[in-house]
Nanobody, 122 residues
Framework: QVQLVESGGGEVQPGGSLTLSCAAS????????MGWYRQAPGKQRELVAT???????NYADSVKGRFTISRDIAKNTVYLQMNSLRPEDTAVYYC????????????????WGQGTQVTVSA
């Protein structure tokens, strides 16, 4: 059973920083990309940032220059360093693993974490 476990959420004042971590556990052969999405109350889930095994990154325009995504391939872990946080960054942040394979021959699938709350408030 593969699962993603997030940590690092919490409450911070505007302008502050937080680092989210997400570790994938279970039988894993490879993961094409890992990333973060977020969902604010009343809104759809949206991309925050993703990073492929090859190092390609994709950021939402709203977080460029403030957030940095990194991965530890060997540990199947992804991080999101969030700086200069704004109230509009408040959301539940979900970790995502794209095209995760449990063996070399298995089809890739998408796995989601349970989510971690980030609240930016004065």
């Amino acid at each position: 059973q593969v699962q993603l476990v997030e940590s690092g959420g919490g409450e911070v004042q505007p302008g502050g920083s937080l680092t989210l971590s997400c570790a994938a556990s279970g039988t894993i052969s490879s993961i094409y990309a890992m990333g973060w999405y977020r969902q604010a109350p009343g809104k759809q889930r949206e991309l925050v940032a993703t990073r492929t095994t090859g190092g390609d990154t994709n950021y939402a325009d709203s977080v460029k220059g403030r957030f940095t995504i990194s991965r530890d391939i060997a540990k199947n872990t992804v991080y999101l360093q969030m700086n200069s946080l704004r109230p509009e960054d408040t959301a539940v942040y979900y970790c995502n693993a794209d095209r995760l394979r449990t063996t070399e021959w298995s089809p890739g699938r998408t796995v989601w974490g349970q989510g971690t709350q980030v609240t930016v408030s004065a």
